[in-house]
């Protein structure tokens, strides 16, 4: 931009620009938000709005859009889901006036900065799903080492966390974060530990890290100092206690990779289970499922809250009702701490915490260990919930400029301001009569305008001299138009006094705000305590409503379910269809379990069940099972389905064999695995070859022995369990009645010889011609000879039976044989192998 052609309006705008240049900026003019240059060119495809230009003096035209000032919430959702940062400039003063006090004529209104907004930082619901946490994340490496620092500034809690540098990645996949600040994008040094525990100290008031539990942490503790200028550069607010400082182990949960989320449909299985009553619980459910436990005895202790709210309907009830109240009270006291709660928001804040007292009663009467501890973390905020009581009207307006959100009485400033605007207008209200009294003028009018303000009106056909202390103020055709000095400042106090109260009020809402942000902390551990209270609901709610039971969950490696159910499976279908099945594994005796049966017929189904069932036993939850004695898995493990990458140039082989690696790479004795069709994207021999080698590597390998299900129509597999101890054979059984099958879905003892796999072909529609043709080519090479001979089987060391011609063979001496007993010789030969 060309400084000397800009307008005083666009030098403005360049001068916030300059200070956000990596942002779009939007830039209030009149009622309309302009985007200008390259944010426009930007932005306008974005939010959906047309692309114009203004003329830009000697430099040509701008480009631009621009979009109205009462919607500009929705505009910027767009822009922040789109991954931009988003720089809000106002006007921080009104418009000019003509008459009485206010802006000069022709000065143009001073602009400021007031909001930036990141994907990361938004505080407002119209930015945020409330089901969802909302993180900004720093994460970086250093040897085998990696620190990472979760911020969710909505809720005010920052996290700290020091990890293995394998296991970043799952662990920023569990977090999923809107924002992820790493090198090279935040130059390395900005994460040097020290930095990173000046800024904990001068922002947070944290002398030392091992007072939030980082003492072992420096990564983490450099992560959080750039969390922190992030943070500060953005214009969020940063005191001692606007945010919960906590560093949490990562071996105390159970790492789940993006193969296993997805194989498993944890978003699904979330949302079959989330029976939350307010956005808090549905948020801490969801983390929950995301960060399976590993120790028995925080899982037993979460078991038995929710056996006992499975077990009373009148408990769960309760607590239904005590709960709807509070709403959303943790995102509630963080966006009014940071200043950004309208009124209406510090009403429902207020709600929140008038809803806290029933909770606390509701929770009296539960006997669980975890309820009640959770019970003593819940406070009602007393003194700021009168205080706010005291100082908000319960119904306040949506807009803080229109004034009306204070009660009358909470402040004297406030009161008198209001009082004498109300006087001033009684005043005016009766001056036409007290004028005409006074005047002798019965014509005597008194009016008012948006330019002129309030004036006296009196007609040319009056033939009264007027008051000595009337001046004139306007001509017209028929009337003369006067003031006096006591109506010009009765209309001062009436014209200044709804933007003297609106900014008294926006005052009064900022020490409310600063109320808010005192208590922080005590409503935050209520808030968290909530939520906790209300994901144990929601996990009794499921196993009360879907009939699931308590599962045992010990330090052992023994896995056993009786009547397993796959939950997603069992809710797609109608009552009393899913046929459920049992299983055993055990790294002593049954610790790979080779799963055979045509296509259709529920392998995948028994797998992920299985994986599903630990899953959730781990999170605290109760299983889809008659019975479960689960051992504590380490890991989960699924290699199921088959999908590309085209976006990494991996075919659908490629990524089967890098998710099979980092199986064998990464599981031990403890895991759980789950692999499905290993091999069959590509060759028959090169496949067989792969899935017996990897099944043999299981069950060898000194640092694996893990409980394994393996899912293959290889079933040349199945001759394993003859020679590898710990491997056993099982398949899901079939009904054959002629061309005909049916599908029992029950798992049993021993392996399929048949896949059935035309069968399928025709249950799935494919022409009645194909069908047939495909039996006829079937029966024709099973008639000629298998292609893959059974002492071939595909590289298997299966012990056969000597061969007699075989032996005669090698035993033979040609060199000695004359051309007539060599020829005798083949005709004997001959004469052994014909039937």
Not at 373 to 398: C, F, H, N
Request: hydrophobic residues 40%; proline residues 6%; aromatic residues 4%.
């Amino acid at each position: 931009m060309n400084d000397v052609a800009l307008t005083p309006v666009m030098r403005q705008y360049r001068e916030a620009k300059e200070q956000h240049p990596d942002g779009i900026l939007l830039f209030r003019l009149g009622d309309f938000y302009e985007i200008f240059f390259e944010d426009a060119e930007v932005a306008a495809p974005v939010m959906g709005v047309t692309l114009t230009s203004r003329p830009l003096g000697k430099s040509g035209r701008a480009p631009m859009c621009g979009v109205p000032h009462h919607a500009w919430q929705a505009y910027v959702g767009k822009l922040l889901r789109a991954g931009h940062k988003v720089v809000i400039c106002d006007q921080v003063e009104g418009p000019p006036r003509v008459h009485g006090a206010g802006t000069p004529v022709g000065k143009v209104v001073r602009r400021d900065v007031t909001r930036v907004l990141t994907p990361g930082t938004v505080v407002e619901d119209a930015y945020l799903d409330p089901s969802h946490a909302n993180y900004l994340v720093a994460a970086w490496t250093r040897g085998a080492e990696a620190g990472l620092a979760a911020c969710e500034v909505s809720t005010g809690e920052l996290l700290l966390c020091q990890l293995p540098r394998e296991r970043l990645d799952a662990e920023l996949l569990r977090l999923a974060p809107s924002e992820l600040l790493t090198p090279p994008k935040v130059e390395e040094y900005r994460f040097d530990p020290a930095r990173g525990q000046q800024r904990l100290r001068d922002l947070l008031g944290i002398a030392f890290p091992a007072s939030v539990g980082a003492a072992d942490a420096p990564l983490a503790v450099g992560a959080a100092g750039v969390v922190l200028d992030y943070l500060k550069q953005n214009q969020t607010r940063i005191v001692p206690g606007s945010f919960t400082v906590r560093t949490y182990s990562p071996e105390s949960t159970m790492p789940l990779d993006a193969a296993t989320v997805r194989n498993l449909e944890l978003p699904a299985l979330v949302e079959l289970i989330d029976g939350t009553v307010t956005p808090i619980g549905a948020r801490r459910l969801r983390a929950w499922i995301g960060s399976p436990m590993r120790e028995a005895e925080s899982i037993e202790l979460r078991l038995g809250a929710v056996a006992e709210l499975a077990q009373s309907a009148g408990l769960r009830e309760g607590l239904v009702r005590a709960l709807k109240p509070v709403g959303d009270l943790e995102r509630l006291a963080s966006r009014s701490a940071q200043g950004h709660a309208t009124a209406r928001e510090l009403v429902a804040l207020r709600r929140s915490l008038e809803g806290i007292p029933a909770l606390q009663e509701a929770l009296t009467t539960c006997q669980a260990l975890a309820t009640r501890e959770l019970g003593g973390q819940i406070s009602a905020a007393p003194e700021l919930v009168e205080k706010l009581s005291r100082a908000l009207v319960d119904d306040p307006p949506a807009v803080a400029r229109e004034g009306g959100a204070i009660r009358a009485g909470f402040d004297a400033e406030l009161d008198g301001i209001a009082g004498a605007s109300r006087s001033a207008r009684e005043w005016i209200g009766s001056l036409e009569a007290s004028e005409r009294r006074r005047s002798g003028i019965r014509s005597l009018k008194v009016g008012f305008n948006k330019v002129f303000g309030y004036y006296i009106e009196i007609s040319n056909a009056n033939n009264v001299p007027v008051p000595d202390d009337y001046v004139r103020k306007q001509t017209l055709t028929g009337a003369e138009r006067y003031l006096t000095p006591e109506l010009k400042e009765k209309e001062a106090v009436v014209l200044t006094a709804q933007e003297r109260i609106a900014a008294r009020e926006l005052e009064i809402l900022r020490d409310l705000a600063e109320a808010v942000a005192e208590s922080a902390a005590i409503v935050r551990s209520s808030a968290q305590a909530v939520g906790m209270v209300d994901a144990l609901l929601s996990l009794a709610v499921t196993a009360a409503d879907l009939g699931w039971h308590r599962p045992e969950v010990n330090a052992g490696l023994r896995l056993s379910i009786k009547g397993g159910r796959h939950p997603l499976v069992e809710h797609s279908l109608p009552a009393g269809v899913f046929v459920a099945n049992d299983l055993e594994l055990d790294p002593e005796q049954d610790q790979i379990v080779i799963l055979t049966g045509p296509n259709m017929a529920g392998k995948s189904t028994y797998l992920r069940q299985a994986a599903v069932i630990v899953l959730l036993a781990q999170c605290g939850s109760f299983v889809p099972a008659e019975s479960a004695v689960v051992g504590l898995a380490d890991r989960i493990f699924t290699r199921v389905g088959a999908h590309d990458d085209i976006t990494s140039g991996m075919s659908t082989f490629m990524v089967e064999m890098t998710e099979t690696a980092n199986i064998l790479n990464h599981a031990t004795r403890s895991s759980l695995v789950i692999l499905d069709e290993v091999g069959r994207g590509t060759s028959t021999y090169d496949g067989v070859s792969i899935a017996q080698a990897v099944v043999e590597h299981l069950h060898d390998s000194p640092k694996l022995g893990c409980r394994t299900l393996f899912a293959t129509h290889y079933h040349e597999l199945t001759a394993l369990a003859e020679r590898l101890t710990r491997v056993v054979n099982q398949r899901v059984e079939v009904l054959e009645d002629g061309e005909t099958v049916r599908f029992l879905h029950r798992v049993v003892p021993g392996g399929a010889d048949r896949s059935y796999g035309i069968h399928v072909a025709a249950l799935a529609g494919l022409p009645s011609g194909v069908i047939a043709r495909a039996r006829q080519v079937l029966a024709e090479l099973e008639r000629q000879r298998p292609l893959e001979p059974p002492e071939l089987q595909l590289g298997l060391p299966i012990e056969l039976a000597p061969d007699p011609l075989r032996k005669e063979l090698e035993d033979l001496e040609p060199d000695s044989l004359s051309p007539l007993e060599a020829l005798q010789k083949l005709y004997q030969l001959r004469a052994k192998l014909s039937p």
